[in-house]
């Protein structure tokens, strides 16, 4: 596969590096495409080196080839890591100021970016703005990583690691050349294959108030559940994104999609079933509270010295994935649920999968491993989707945009068949 690497001007730019290596060592051609900028952090010569392709960041280089226009021609995919604030709003607006820009601009194959910036920058409601248009457009955005960036600062921005990088736009790639050649299944889907679908994802984690100050909560992040509902929109569906306590800033893959922000299990139950009475397809991607609090104060709960606090009582909430399968909503519906497990004595994690999907009655189940750094607020995920009797159907890791794809790529198999 030809393969053009577009590398922006940022700390992160180190990385291309190393995602440059790890694109020639499964065998494909990459050029390197450079900002003037990217060119103070890497120099020409290491990409030069590693590629065994010439280096250009003019459109000026190579005239009478016209390589601005050709290298996005020729292209099989195009991926740009790290894509930095300046590089995403350029590109949004259509910008030909230089040889990358140019390119894009030029380009029929699929486009790839990984931003990479300080948690400002990439929260800043103009970049929020440039990445849904961009998505809009067919460009496919991966989420960035939250970790430690230039200096002290740490927060969502942080470009993902080049293994994640290359496997998520392989991936992107595989789909697109299966979609050229009207193939769809395992792997792959083509583009638009759920054009005309009214789906409902959920994502987050709910809270269970335990006075006006603390609550039950978990680790999800709502990334898995915000990358489904954002990959349904680029397929075509007509989303409807239930949040549950889901950060802004975790939000701005979903522009594509009705947000219905909520807290507690019983909004997230009222918002999904109001919401799956006209629905195709629902997708409880959400971290569900099994328990809540029998009673909730109006005043915080006071530590008393000397004196142990009293036990808080905890009585079951409403299995909604449960409900959703058993009361379809509307002829035709699909229903899948995801299972947070961990392993314990009784058995491994796909063994409690296994007997959650035979009792949880969902056409699919979307299994994955769970704890501290595992799965919940990680810019990876790796899941195994069974089928309503146990079996599995298909497996997916990586980016948690290119699971999401996988997961859809099940849906739409499902459904066809």
């Avoid at 019983?266 to 991607?285: C, F, N, Q, R, Y």
């Amino acid at each position: 596969m030809r393969i053009l690497l577009g590398v922006s001007g940022g700390i992160a730019a180190y990385k291309a590096v190393l995602l440059l290596r790890l694109l020639r060592e499964e065998g494909h051609a990459v050029r390197v495409i450079p900002t003037r900028a990217a060119l103070r952090f890497v120099g020409a010569p290491t990409f030069e080196a590693l590629s065994g392709e010439p280096v250009s960041t003019e459109v000026f280089d190579d005239v009478p080839g016209v390589q601005h226009v050709a290298l996005g021609q020729t292209a099989d995919l195009i991926v740009v890591a790290p894509a930095t604030a300046d590089l995403l709003s350029r590109a949004a607006a259509g910008r030909a100021d230089d040889l990358l820009t140019s390119t894009l601009l030029a380009a029929r194959c699929p486009v790839v970016m990984a931003p990479a910036m300080h948690t400002e920058m990439w929260e800043h409601p103009a970049t929020r703005a440039n990445v849904a248009l961009l998505r809009e457009r067919g460009v496919h955005v991966i989420e960035p990583a939250s970790g430690r960036l230039t200096g002290k600062d740490s927060g969502p921005g942080r470009l993902p690691e080049p293994e994640d990088i290359a496997a998520a736009a392989l991936a992107v790639a595989a789909r697109h050349g299966q979609a050229a050649a009207g193939i769809a299944g395992a792997g792959g889907a083509p583009a638009g294959d759920l054009t005309g679908l009214r789906v409902v994802v959920s994502a987050g984690g709910t809270r269970e108030p335990i006075d006006p100050v603390r609550f039950i909560g978990n680790r999800s992040s709502g990334r898995q559940g915000v990358a489904l509902a954002a990959a349904a929109a680029r397929r075509g569906a007509r989303v409807t994104l239930v949040a549950a306590n889901v950060e802004q800033a975790v939000l701005a893959p979903g522009a594509a999609a009705d947000v219905v922000p909520v807290g507690t299990t019983a909004e997230l139950a009222d918002a999904v079933h109001t919401a799956a009475a006209s629905a195709d397809v629902v997708v409880m991607a959400a971290a569900v509270a099994d328990f809540r609090p029998a009673l909730t104060p109006d005043a915080k709960i006071k530590k008393v010295p000397g004196r142990p606090p009293a036990p808080i009582e905890l009585v079951e909430n409403p299995d909604i994935l449960a409900g959703l399968a058993r009361d379809r909503r509307r002829d035709g519906q699909t229903v899948v649920g995801f299972a947070a497990e961990t392993g314990d004595d009784d058995g491994d994690v796909l063994t409690h999968g296994r007997a959650k999907a035979r009792r949880k009655g969902a056409d699919l189940l979307v299994v994955n491993a769970v704890g501290e750094r595992l799965g919940f607020g990680a810019a990876t995920n790796e899941v195994t989707v069974l089928d309503a009797a146990g079996d599995v159907v298909a497996h997916a890791s990586g980016s948690k945009d290119a699971v999401a794809d996988a997961v859809w790529d099940a849906v739409a198999k499902l459904r066809s068949s």
